[in-house]
């Protein structure tokens, strides 16, 4: 049995603002991911089952590899289509606030839902949430919004009702948001859940091939090119460090997403500790940084620090304005400084 994730006083809340609502929005940050769709697609088939009327809103558009979700032909994208999109959330009476936790996640998009004054709802698992809505539930030791929404729909309306659509939804955020149950995954309810699910007739196979052998011939290449010819491997640091010009991105056709997922590889070598992604932003003249850790190495300070950003223990980004070849410098600056922790003790 998995415990209630609400307080009666929550659920009243809860019930209270969607019954009030005539016009309600669903949305999600900024280029979502499989975890902010899966949420904003299962809380639209909440809301259409209850006979309301709701729009799944997104800032910009979404992967191809997320496509195939059942209710994606409903999602409206704003900066595609700005004017409609922006009358129709002038019109809203209520907007759904799911995988993130503070507004200018919207991006482009944010000043027209925090110039309207409909409530706001929030479902998150993200650390400090921003004070912008009127019902927040945050639980950042959630694996993902969509378990997080699992257990709210199982509550207020009972997991009997809940159909095989919206499982699929929810088990796809629960599925990408934990790289396929491989971390932040060790709570025994996480896998409750999935046993519900699955007698709700979700396909957990082929949910796996349509999210992850859904690669486009040149995605596949760039990510051989990106291991064979790119790489480089520090075993004094347990550190790896690829680089990707905006040169090579149009010699492989790049594709927005296509290097989603592609910093993690370095950290399948042997006592891997670091792996360091750099990529010519193909829009900004900015080199984007990503970094990933395993254990307690600390991806945010050392984001923080040299690289102007900031992010998870496990996995943070930032941003440099120089040429590659002294973003590369920078990078092994930063592995000497945090020598003592990379190195082997
Ligand atoms: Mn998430």
């Keep these: 049995m998995i415990d209630n994730i609400l307080t009666v006083a929550e659920v009243d809340g809860f019930s209270a603002m969607v019954n009030q609502a005539e016009n309600i929005v669903v949305t999600c940050h900024v280029s979502p991911d499989g975890d902010a769709m899966g949420a904003v697609l299962a809380f639209s088939h909440y809301l259409w089952r209850k006979g309301k009327k709701a729009t799944p809103v997104v800032p910009n558009i979404f992967p191809d590899f997320l496509k195939w979700m059942p209710g994606t032909e409903q999602v409206k994208i704003y900066d595609k289509h700005e004017e409609e999109v922006g009358e129709l959330l002038k019109a809203a009476d209520l907007f759904v606030c799911l995988d993130f936790n503070e507004p200018s996640r919207l991006l482009n998009m944010e000043n027209a839902v925090m110039a309207s004054d409909a409530p706001k709802m929030m479902i998150d698992h993200h650390l400090n949430p921003a004070d912008f809505c009127k019902w927040v539930l945050s639980r950042h030791e959630m694996s993902s919004t969509c378990e997080l929404l699992f257990k709210v729909l199982a509550q207020v309306d009972g997991v009997e009702n809940m159909t095989r659509e919206e499982a699929t939804c929810l088990y796809t955020g629960m599925m990408t948001d934990t790289g396929c149950f491989a971390y932040n995954s060790n709570r025994s309810d996480i896998y409750y859940i999935v046993g519900q699910m699955l007698e709700k007739g979700i396909d957990k196979d082929k949910i796996y091939r349509n999210v992850f052998y859904n690669y486009s011939p040149n995605r596949l290449k760039l990510m051989g090119y990106l291991l064979y ?83 998870h223990l496990n996995a943070a980004g930032g941003e440099l304005s120089c040429p590659m070849d002294e973003a590369e410098q920078i990078v092994k600056n930063a592995m000497k400084k945090y020598s003592a922790l990379l190195k082997k003790k």
């Design 229 to 311: 010819v790119k790489m480089q491997h520090f075993p004094e640091y347990r550190a790896s460090l690829m680089t990707l010009t905006r040169e090579e991105q149009k010699r492989f056709a790049h594709k927005k997403g296509d290097t989603e997922g592609i910093v993690n590889m370095p950290l399948q070598i042997n006592q891997s500790i670091l792996s360091v992604f750099l990529r010519e932003d193909t829009e900004r003249n900015v080199i984007r940084v990503s970094l990933r850790s395993m254990d307690d190495f600390p991806c945010n300070s050392m984001a923080a620090e040299f690289f102007n950003g900031g992010g």
